[in-house]
């Protein structure tokens, strides 16, 4: 995890803290970029200047108070670089519907195993191997895995789990009746030898199968589904590789309106000295019907607790449930079961709605006895739930991933199918299918990062080894495991005025049963404010301030939970402009709860603010944010009220409601005490200086408590200039879950340019990526929310803007927008194109900071250094013309748009050589011999060659598409000859496609026949001799289209320009770049490893930049007022109180710590203050000493060594250069290769 320098601790006084080298990046000798940067990490580094203010008190991410000016950085977020996806080649079939049923480890724990279910072609395909070897294919032709081996019973494969060799498949089990098959249980079967023997698992009481669905509850259903049974569950922890549990649900399909389910499981040991799986037999645990149900009532999954199983119900409200079943597992087959329902559930004697989260799908969790569940519908997208002993135990719910699908403020949340989430032994988990694209990976179980797949990938994710899997149709797309960063963002919201009143006053009482009881966070508990007692459940410390209204609500026999004054007495607002609620929920019961809010005036009404957040409250650990915003549309003033109601009647449902904030905002301010009033936080950024190109990009995020305003723009930051120069960045929201980015361009302050760029889901806790250029083309705004696809809009016209510095806010830093920033980046002199914006965007957070849009001069390989190495780069990529080859017609060793040009000219024209018959170079009579022989001869056939060119390919489909539905002979695509062009020659198209075939030298024009034609071509090409057409590349004697596809496909640069030893960016490797690479040898380029990154001293000062050359040298009495890099100069500006003994002390540490620096010292006169004999000293620092240095030594000219210098020298010099790496810190580079040339 990165953490930045600069955090405000209490053993670290405000003033800079040390020069001393740090890594503040896990990027150690990674070229820093021609961009300048400012990363916001718990903490502000990097190469421009930051400022910050706010004019108030408030609290950090725990709580713990912060003074005015101080920043505020959230808590450590997972973010993901955009991922490459690579097809395997590997293609399942041509036709059907092909699905992933799991993935895990052969015998050996270091081979994956795939299984593959062929819904089409009914069979189980197993891959095994990175290379996706195909080792097994079982066949269930008819519907049977047994292939009628059980008379009566047929068995439908529907789920599988793969666990080191061992592979178990559910089935759904099939009985022959009077009235046909029937669908009547599942049952499970065991493979250790890849499928070529299959293993029913017996039963604990020694039945031969499952027990039957009684009729009427399940009738016409399927049963199971790949996500309910897809996880084996370790028995002694996740890293157990020799024994497993196998909990199943049997999860009856909803579309077939179930009535109940049923619950078991079964267990596996590996035998120590064979290495086979002892399978042991299933339990039935639970049989749950419930005939009087509406339908719907189903299972989803079950996974092992300490003290037993859970199992989790859904899809139908007030009966969705958690139960523990309470068994003793070692004895499971026989020991008795005590079911008890421990979170949500129904009791039919009053009808109470106790309501309860609905997971699908379960996996180990690395706490023992605990498990992960996926989401499905529901805002709540992994949740953890721990681990149960006994009955007597409380479940504790921790939701990991909680996304609304809909955030639009004051719409319900709405929540997401999930269903699928996979555990791969020693990799991870990987949850996400296409039916709501959200993905995520977590390597540990504690980090959850979203993944986004292309939005031409369908499918689910899978874990395959140490790669990423998706089986996008019939064919495997593979991607490396994501690399989590985790990043503590800088926090930024509005001020304003906060008018909630401390405590609610009482319009209307509450419902009957009901309690609304006020609370408090005190000494480390939550206490009734009224007597201070402790309550019985606790949740976590406040993210808010103290002195914020805090409620426990227990909700009664009625949905009202009373009308509540907002403002304290005498207060008074009007509606009719947008106002925010900053609502937060923490569950305390047994149950999830909903809560309504709806804002109105005494006798104006109430309502007009879709105020219901729908939040199922389905954790008791996390606060979770429901706040909304919104307006009434009334222009009524008055005392406004709180309307607060349960969405369902869920008796004693148990939660605490805080309100930190009501107000104009459309998004909600820091933490703010009741009725107090605050600046804008505003942060911005200096120290660069734009021309006519220049580009610049933001990461940020929208925190979850963040919500979007209607369809208000809404801004999130701006690039600044003296004269009236304005880039505004914004969102525009409020059209379903769309988004829409958008930046402004304004030119002495006048409007000249608008550019867009449409996100088709843009949510609350999302990432977003965004960067915008501005060049002599035009400019380019380019985005991605959530690691999606980039998107890029460009609007020509150049616009000369002069900017010189950037705000998190609106361009007038009035408007500041609830965000989390992460990072900006600026490079003021050059424009990026759309493929370096997109470059950019598909970057890590390390590599956004160094984006370089030009290389280094000279630095190939991009390790910082400018040395021999280079040069070797530069060799190994050196681009050799290769006049006449591929593409290249005019022989000048380059294919490029000349050659294009000339196929154009010739495109059409025939060698007269092809009336060179019988193929001797000389058209003569005996050519005319071998023509008149042939004519009117049928020619051998040629399969799929409708145009008879020699090959079938897509232009043969083409003709093919032209003669569709004609009737008649000599069709050329009529391949069956059977008169028409219809689909079956298609077929025989694609069956051929690809084929070749020789030329047949009579048929001169290449018709199909030989005729007159082929004749007069002859008396043509009478008396010639060999003759080339320079675009013939294929050499056929005629240019076509396939010499255009061999131009194409060789046309263009050696490299992408700019990459590699291309220093001079034209494509190529080649002498300008090695002359490119002798001007710059000896220059050594700062890395991330040598950025330094300070904290601030003041509002006013700004963080610096050292390399690691540069120590502490400023004594603890001065105050640093910045430290600016300069291409070969450090400068570091203090002020110093007294002058004498501070300036005496930074020369003399100067001195000692940095022998090989020269250094300068000036004084600043302009700012210094002669009244209390404080002085501003700038100290330059030559931090290129070195590469100076070594000019000294003779450069080197061209590749030969150093001037004047033997061979032996030569090679001395590339070795010094290459054991760079090698260089400590007490003794300087320069000195180490100066002695050891002079030893050789």
Not at 188 to 208: I, K
Not at 540 to 557: K, M, N, Q, R, W
Not at 1183 to 1198: D, H, Y
Request: hydrophobic content about 40%; proline content about 6%; some cysteine.
């Amino acid at each position: 995890m990165y953490r930045a320098i600069g955090t405000r601790r209490p053993d670290h006084p405000l003033h800079l803290e040390s020069l001393e080298p740090r890594i503040v990046l896990d990027a150690a000798g990674v070229v820093v970029g021609d961009a300048q940067f400012l990363r916001y990490d718990d903490g502000v580094f990097g190469t421009l200047s930051p400022s910050f203010s706010r004019d108030v008190a408030t609290i950090d991410r725990n709580g713990a108070p912060l003074a005015a000016d101080e920043r505020r950085f959230g808590e450590a977020l997972p973010l993901v670089a955009d991922l490459e996806w690579t097809n395997t080649g590997v293609q399942l079939g041509s036709t059907g519907v092909f699905e992933v049923l799991a993935s895990g480890w052969d015998h050996d724990g270091v081979t994956p195993l795939m299984v593959v279910q062929g819904v089409s072609a009914q069979a189980l395909i197993i891959y095994r191997g990175n290379d996706f070897t195909e080792v097994a294919r079982l066949s269930y032709a008819g519907g049977d895995l047994l292939e009628g081996e059980l008379p009566g019973r047929r068995y439908v494969p529907r789920a599988a789990i793969v666990y080191h060799g061992l592979i178990v498949i559910g089935a759904q089990r099939y009985e022959n009746t009077a009235s046909g098959d029937k669908e009547v249980g599942i049952d499970f079967f065991t493979t250790q030898d890849l499928g070529q023997t299959l293993s029913l698992v017996p039963q604990a009481d020694g039945s031969p199968v499952t027990p039957s669905y009684p009729d009427g509850v399940a009738d016409g259903s399927t049963q199971l589904r790949t996500w309910s049974f897809m996880n084996p569950f370790p028995v002694q922890g996740i890293e157990d590789t020799n024994a497993a549990w196998f909990p199943w649900a049997d999860y009856i399909d909803k579309r077939f309106d179930p009535q109940g389910g049923q619950v078991g499981l079964f267990r596996a040991d590996r035998d120590a000295l064979t290495g086979e799986w002892i399978v042991r037999p299933n339990r039935v645990l639970v049989t749950d019907w419930v005939a009087a149900d509406a339908g719907g009532f189903h299972v989803h999954t079950a996974a092992i607790t300490t003290g037993g199983v859970l199992s989790h119900w859904g899809d139908v409200g007030y009966r969705n449930k958690t139960d523990f079943h309470q068994i003793d597992l070692e004895n499971y087959e026989t020991a008795p079961v005590v079911t008890t329902t421990v979170f949500g559930g129904y009791t039919s004697d009053t009808a109470i709605n106790r309501t309860a989260p609905q997971p699908v799908s379960a996996a180990p969790a690395p706490t023992p006895g605990g498990h992960f569940a996926s989401g499905d519908n529901t805002p709540d997208q992994i949740l953890e739930f721990g681990a149960l002993t006994t009955t007597s135990d409380a479940l504790e719910i921790d939701t990991q991933v909680y996304q609304p699908y809909r955030n639009r403020s004051g719409n319900r949340f709405s929540g997401m199918e999930i269903l699928h989430l996979q555990w791969l032994q020693g990799v991870g988990y990987a949850s996400g299918s296409w039916v709501d694209p959200m993905y995520h990976f977590s390597p540990d179980g504690e980090r959850w990062a979203a993944v986004q797949l292309p939005d031409s990938l369908k499918g689910r994710l899978w874990l395959f080894g140490d790669r990423m899997v998706v089986l996008n149709g019939r064919e495997f797309v593979t991607a490396p495991l994501p690399q989590i960063d985790e990043v503590s963002p800088l926090r930024l919201s509005p001020g304003g005025t906060n008018r909630v009143a401390p405590t609610l006053e009482a319009q209307n009482p509450i419902g009957a049963g009901a309690t609304f009881r006020q609370v408090w966070f005190q000494d480390g508990l939550w206490r009734y404010a009224d007597t201070n007692v402790p309550l019985v459940h606790q949740t976590d410390p406040p993210p808010f301030l103290s002195e914020a209204p805090v409620y426990e609500v227990v909700v009664g026999s009625t949905m009202d939970l009373g009308t509540w004054y907002l403002q304290p007495s005498g207060q008074q607002q009007s509606l009719s402009e947008s106002q925010l609620i900053d609502a937060w929920v923490a569950n305390l019961g047994s149950q999830s709860a909903t809560v309504s809010m709806n804002l109105g005036i005494l006798n104006a009404g109430v309502g007009g603010f879709l105020g219901q957040s729908g939040h199922e409250v389905a954790d008791n650990v996390d606060w979770t944010p429901i706040g909304v915003n919104g307006k009434t549309g009334t222009n009524s003033s008055g005392r406004v009220l709180l309307d607060l109601s349960t969405l369902t009647i869920n008796p004693g449902a148990q939660f605490l409601l805080a309100i930190p904030y009501f107000g104009e905002l459309d998004t909600p301010p820091y933490p703010l005490a009741p009725q107090a009033t605050g600046s804008n936080e505003l942060e911005l950024a200096s120290g660069f200086s734009t021309g006519k190109d220049w580009s610049a990009g933001v990461v940020f995020r929208w925190p979850e408590n963040a919500p979007m305003g209607g369809s208000d723009r809404m801004p999130i930051g701006s690039l600044l200039g003296p004269t009236g120069d304005v880039v505004e960045l914004s969102v525009l929201y409020g059209r379903g879950e769309r988004g829409l980015l958008r930046a402004d361009f304004y030119h002495s302050g006048a409007l000249v340019k608008t550019i867009q760029v449409e996100q088709p889901i843009l949510l609350r806790g999302d990432w977003v990526e965004l960067v915008v250029s501005s060049g002599e083309l035009g400019s380019v705004l380019s985005a991605s929310v959530a690691g999606r696809t980039p998107t890029s809009v460009s609007v020509a016209g150049e616009i000369d803007l002069q900017l010189n510095s950037f705000v998190w806010a609106s361009r007038d830093g009035a408007t500041v927008t609830a965000l989390e920033a992460a990072l900006l980046v600026v490079d003021a002199d050059e424009a990026w194109t759309a493929d370096q914006q997109r470059e950019w965007l598909r970057g890590s957070l390390n590599e956004k900071s160094v984006f370089r849009a030009k290389p280094a001069p000279g630095d190939f390989n991009s390790d910082g250094v400018v040395n021999a190495a280079d040069r070797a780069v530069w060799e190994a990529t050196l681009f050799v013309p290769n006049p006449g080859g591929p593409g290249d017609a005019n022989d000048d060793g380059f294919v490029d748009q000349v050659d294009g040009d000339l196929w154009r000219e010739q495109y059409g024209q025939v060698a007269m050589m092809h009336a060179d018959a019988n193929c001797d170079k000389v058209v003569d009579v005996a050519d005319y011999t071998v023509i008149r022989d042939a004519m009117g001869k049928p020619l051998p056939p040629r399969p799929g060659d409708g145009n008879r060119d020699g090959v079938v390919d897509f232009d043969d489909y083409a003709l093919w598409a032209s003669e569709y539905g004609q009737t008649g002979p000599q069709l050329a695509m009529d391949g069956n000859n059977d008169g028409v062009v219809d689909l079956a020659d298609y077929t025989f198209w694609s069956d051929n496609f690809g084929a070749t075939y020789p030329n047949d030298p009579a048929d001169v024009d290449r018709s199909g026949t030989v005729d007159q034609t082929d004749y007069a071509l002859w008396v043509v090409g009478y008396g010639g001799e060999e003759q080339t057409l320079s675009a013939d590349f294929n050499e056929d004697g005629i240019v076509d289209l396939a010499d255009y596809t061999i131009w194409r496909d060789n046309r263009g640069p050696q490299v992408i320009p700019g990459t590699g030893a291309d220093g001079s960016r034209n494509g190529y490797v080649d002498a300008a770049d090695l002359l490119i690479w002798q001007d710059a040898l000896g220059t050594i380029y700062p890395t991330l490893a040598d950025l330094l990154a300070t904290p601030l001293a003041a509002n006013s000062m700004s963080a610096a930049v050292a390399y690691t050359d540069v120590p502490e040298v400023a004594p603890a009495t001065a105050s640093v007022l910045r430290i600016v890099k300069e291409p070969e100069t450090l400068i570091l500006e203090a002020i110093h109180s007294p002058p004498e003994s501070a300036h005496d002390e930074t020369v003399a540490t100067s001195s000692e710590r940095l022998p090989s620096a020269a250094l300068e010292v000036s004084a600043l006169e302009g700012v210094a203050d002669r009244t209390e004999r404080q002085r501003v000293f700038a100290y330059r620092f030559r931090t290129n000493a070195r590469a100076a240095n070594l000019m000294l030594l003779n450069k080197p000219s061209a590749a030969v060594g150093p001037t004047g210098a033997s061979a032996d020298g030569a090679q001395a010099y590339d070795e010094a250069f290459a054991d760079h790496a090698e260089r400590s810190s007490d003794t300087p580079f320069a000195s180490r290769l100066v002695s050891r040339l002079r030893r050789r």
